[in-house]
């Protein structure tokens, strides 16, 4: 089984920054991609940044320019520099990795770290 956990959610003016982190954990061979999403309340999860172990990224489109994913290979964490936040990136943000584990491939969820913007 594989646990993942966010940390580095908070409440922050418009403008400022926020770093997420995201840690894989449990028997896990080897993890290809890693990726946070977000939900906001009545709308759908959506992919905000993902990356490969190689280190290819890939953005969604409302954060290019200002959010930076970056990974920590050795510790099985990735990372969301996230600046000039603006109170449409308020939201729940979810850490998702792909990890080969014992038992084969498997998609495994975080439970999420809030994340506030104010105007």
């Known amino acids: 089984q594989v646990q993942v956990v966010e940390s580095g959610g908070g409440l922050v003016q418009a403008g400022g920054s926020l770093r997420l982190s995201c840690a894989a954990s449990g028997r896990i061979f080897s993890i290809n991609r890693m990726g946070w999403y977000r939900q906001a309340p009545g709308k759908q999860r959506e992919l905000v940044a993902d990356?490969?172990?190689?280190?290819?990224?890939n953005y969604g489109d409302s954060v290019k320019g200002r959010f930076t994913i970056s990974r920590d290979n050795a510790r099985n964490t990735i990372y969301l520099q996230m600046n000039s936040l603006q109170p449409e990136d308020t939201a729940v943000y979810l850490c998702?990795?792909?990890?080969?584990?014992?038992?084969?491939?498997?998609?495994?969820w975080g439970r999420g770290t809030q994340v506030t913007v104010s105007s």
């Open positions: 990356i490969t172990s190689g280190g290819s990224t």
């Open positions: 998702k990795a792909d990890a080969m584990g014992p038992t084969g491939w498997l998609l495994s």
